[in-house]
C-alpha cells in the first residue's frame, strides 16, 4: 500500500463529507432534497469504510 493510495482513499472520503455537509446546510431551504442528502451520506459512509480497510491493510 503506497501513501498515494491511501491519501486518494482520503481525499474521497474528505470530499464526500464536504458534499454531504453541503446537501445538510439545505435543509430547512426550498433546495433542500432529503433523497440527494441521503445519498451524500450514504456515499460519505461507504468513503469511510473504504478509508478504514486501506488503514487497516498497513
Known amino acids: 500500500m503506497t501513501s498515494e493510495q491511501e491519501s486518494e482513499a482520503a ?5 464526500a463529507g464536504k458534499v454531504a455537509a453541503a446537501e445538510a446546510r439545505k435543509s430547512g431551504t ?5 433523497r ?3 445519498r451524500a ?3 460519505e459512509r461507504k ?3 473504504e478509508l478504514a480497510k486501506e488503514q487497516a491493510k498497513k
Open 11 to 15: 481525499r474521497r472520503y474528505i470530499e
Open 30 to 34: 426550498p433546495e433542500y432534497d432529503p
Open 36 to 38: 440527494a442528502h441521503e
Open 41 to 43: 451520506v450514504e456515499h
Open 47 to 49: 468513503m469511510a469504510d
